[in-house]
């Protein structure tokens, strides 16, 4: 009987067999050790001695092979959480890149292409690197500090990544082919398409022959790769001081009803190769600044800019 009792206790693997071995062997009204018992009363005092204490041993071992079989199936179902292990799981929840890293890597992907290398540069700048290279006067009106983040003794939180290419020529020879990107801050009001920081893809490449015909091939191959062979783009004249001729690159909306500016671009100004000790009678070059934001929310028909910032996980999770 304790064999047998053991062996039963022992291979039970779930609560509920736990229970049948205990009704079989435990049971107070069927049980076989109640039946043993019974059978007890029936025998001779003089065996009846000996029978009681092997009695007593097997019932002890019966009891202790019960409680051991009950805490190991408990254990298991505790372990689980007192979840039933043989549900399906819950799959965790992972992260992904956030959609203006997924837009920033994919442009160094696409430039990189093009052959243009990545440059970088800080976000509090100098304002010789901000304006003055940049062909922009102290008396300039760009420079008020109503449009700017002004910090102290001269530094400011920069207002374009054109910054960038000042820190290249300064520290290299020509030819140059380099991308930057980074954040730009400006006081603007903030609304479904202006925010006071975002960020920016600049481009540079100086070269002995480097017309605005280069120019305007590497944006249009730029936008037909990043926002499909369909995408409408057109270059507005314009003016910026570090360029001559400037123009404004505009990108036909999803939608298809409205322009939207996409950046600005032109021809760098014989001032800034002269502020970098470049020979603007060697070499000639073109530049361009593009808001990564805007790209990001044309490729993914995305409406307001601040989605991109408040972090709601049911808007990046989409992406
Ligand atoms: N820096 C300009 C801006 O922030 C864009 C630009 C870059 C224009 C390079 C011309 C050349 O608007």
Redesign the pocket.
């Known amino acids: 009987l304790q064999a047998q009792a053991a062996q039963a206790f022992e291979s039970a693997t779930t609560a509920d067999a736990v229970e049948v071995a205990r009704i079989e062997y435990l049971g107070q009204k069927q049980g076989r050790l109640k039946a043993a018992q019974e059978r007890l009363k029936t025998l001779e005092p003089a065996v009846k001695r000996a029978y009681g204490q092997r009695f007593n041993g097997v019932k002890q071992a019966l009891e202790i092979a019960f409680d051991a079989a009950r805490s190991r199936v408990e254990r298991r179902t505790t372990a689980a959480g007192g979840i039933d292990v043989t549900l399906p799981g819950v799959a965790p929840r992972l992260g992904h890149r956030h959609p203006l890293t997924q837009t920033a890597d994919e442009l160094i992907d696409i430039f990189g292409r093009f052959g243009f290398a990545v440059a970088r540069g800080p976000e509090v700048e100098d304002v010789r690197h901000n304006f003055d290279a940049l062909n922009i006067p102290p008396v300039h009106p760009a420079r008020d500090p109503l449009d700017n983040f002004y910090l102290s003794e001269g530094t400011m939180l920069r207002?374009?990544?054109?910054t960038i290419q000042i820190r290249v020529m300064e520290s290299q020879p020509p030819p140059v082919r380099v991308i930057a990107m980074g954040r730009?801050y400006r006081p603007d009001t903030v609304d479904a398409t202006h925010s006071f920081m975002f960020h920016?893809v600049?481009g540079l490449m100086v070269d002995k022959g480097v017309t605005m015909a280069d120019l305007k091939t590497v944006l249009r191959l730029f936008a037909r790769s990043y926002l499909g062979e369909d995408v409408q783009i057109r270059f507005r004249p314009s003016f910026?001081p570090?360029?001559e001729p400037?123009v404004e690159v505009d990108m036909l909306w999803h939608g298809g009803d409205r322009w939207v500016e996409m950046?600005?671009?032109?021809m760098v100004d014989p001032n800034v190769f002269k502020a970098v000790g470049y020979e603007p009678e060697q070499v000639t070059g073109f530049?361009?600044?593009l808001g990564i934001e805007r790209l990001c929310m044309r490729r993914h028909g995305i409406d307001d800019i601040r989605l991109l910032y408040q972090n709601d996980v049911r808007f990046l999770d989409q992406f």
């Open positions: 207002s374009q990544t054109s730009v920016q600049e910026f570090f360029t400037s950046g600005g671009a032109g530049a361009f600044g």
